[in-house]
Each structure stands twice: as structure tokens, then as C-alpha cells.
């Protein structure tokens, strides 16, 4: 059964630091996004991603975040200056469209900011 | 606000039992629902899903039922089983037409054999 992949599994980073989290969504998916996870916490919405554009943004994705698709098959978060309170998982998700239809999960990478 | 902290709804139960976990949804424009299941250390997997326009819908062993009413979601796994024990998160599309999806904040249901 098709699934989305991510890597890597574990990130840890120094505050201050760039992280990239890197995300293949499902090859027949138009539809990409970006959820987090911190411990114990619900599932959050950061941003959705179409035709190489961002469709949707939370009030969580300020300036230090951003997403990309640099190719036909990868999909991106970049956060630029990490901070402590960034530590979470976080989940790519995608979808074959935007009408209603249900998000497939990757298993998450999970991020410490030391 | 709302409170966060570590400590999710729970629902225990014993092998075999109907389970039954309820949510609240926030928005009475949002027209689309799921329930997802999340083991510790996994993604969310997807369990069911439900249109507004409908008050009932059955899978495999689970039902979702919506009352519109009183904005609340529930499902039901009939006969449950070890493998059920995980956290159950309901989720809704706050932006109806879009599947940018707002979580609830999950319960875990803990299945002792």
C-alpha cells in the first residue's frame, strides 16, 4: 500500500540552528502539509501546499518557517532559527484533493531542540 | 483558552467489549469528519470518515455516528481487541471544502485481553 515516507525517524538540533524535515508524499497526491505534535499535545495544523504554492497557514507558521517541493517528489519544512519550544513531531501528510478527502500520515520525525 | 497537558481522556476495556469514544467538534459549518488512530511513535492512520450529510456510517468493526445538533462525533469498534489500544483522535474540516483538517485532543483507549 502506497504511504507517505519521512526522514529522518530523530532530529536533534541546537537552538539557532536550520533544520530541514524532508517528506515524500504519495506519488499521486496533489495535496501536501505539514502537522506537529508536541508531547501529549493534539495533532496541529502548520500549512497545506498546492501546485507549489502554500494554500493554508496556521498562526503557528510565522517567518522562521517555510516549505518547499525542490523536486517531483520531495516535500520540505525548513525551520530557520530553531527554538526549544519547536521541539515536536511532526507529521507530512498528503491527499489526492482538497474536497473532503482523507489525509494520508507519514510516521513523523521527531525533532529535539537542545 | 483551552488546557493542554499530559494527561488524555482514557477508556479501558476488556477484550471482546464494545468501545464507544466520544468527541465534541468546535465548528457548526464544518462538513467533513474522521477518526484517526495513533500508536506511540506512529502517524495518524486513518480509521473513518463522515459528510455532513449523513448521521451514520459503518466500516469494519466501527461506526461513526454524528449529531449535528450538539456537534458531537462518537465511534464505535465493535468486539475490540489488543490491537485497538491506541490514542483515537476525531478530527474536522473548520474550512469546509478543504481538507486541512483541526485535531480534538485525542482519548486513548487501553484494551486489556
Known amino acids: 500500500e502506497p504511504e507517505v515516507t519521512q526522514t529522518p525517524s530523530h532530529q536533534v538540533t541546537q537552538m539557532g540552528q536550520e533544520v530541514i524535515l524532508r517528506c515524500v508524499p504519495i506519488s499521486n497526491h496533489l495535496y501536501f502539509y505539514w502537522y506537529r505534535q508536541i508531547l501529549g499535545q493534539k495533532v496541529e495544523f502548520l500549512v497545506s501546499?498546492?501546485?507549489?504554492?502554500?494554500?493554508?497557514k496556521s498562526e503557528i507558521f510565522d517567518d522562521q518557517f517555510s516549505v518547499e517541493r525542490p523536486d517531483g517528489s520531495n516535500f520540505t519544512l525548513k525551520i530557520r532559527s530553531t527554538k526549544l519550544e519547536d521541539s515536536a513531531m511532526y507529521f507530512c501528510a498528503s491527499s489526492v484533493s482538497t474536497e473532503n478527502e482523507k489525509l494520508f500520515f507519514g510516521s513523523g520525525t521527531q525533532l529535539s531542540v537542545l | 483558552g483551552e488546557s493542554v497537558g499530559l494527561h488524555l481522556p482514557t477508556l479501558s476495556v476488556q477484550e471482546g467489549d464494545n468501545s464507544i469514544i466520544n468527541c465534541a467538534y468546535s465548528?457548526?459549518?464544518?462538513?467533513?469528519f474522521i477518526w484517526y488512530k495513533q500508536e506511540s511513535g506512529k502517524g495518524p492512520q486513518f480509521i473513518i470518515d463522515i459528510r455532513s450529510n449523513m448521521d451514520k456510517r459503518q466500516g469494519q468493526r466501527v461506526t461513526v455516528l454524528l449529531n449535528k445538533t450538539v456537534k458531537h462525533l462518537s465511534l464505535q469498534i465493535a468486539a475490540t481487541q489488543p490491537g485497538d489500544s491506541a490514542v483515537y483522535f476525531c478530527?474536522?474540516?473548520?474550512?469546509?471544502?478543504?481538507?486541512?483538517?483541526?485535531f480534538g485532543k485525542g482519548t486513548m483507549l487501553l484494551v486489556s485481553p
Open positions: 501546499f498546492y501546485n507549489n504554492e502554500i494554500s493554508e
Open positions: 465548528n457548526s459549518a464544518s462538513d467533513y
Open positions: 478530527a474536522e474540516n473548520m474550512n469546509p471544502g478543504y481538507s486541512t483538517l483541526t
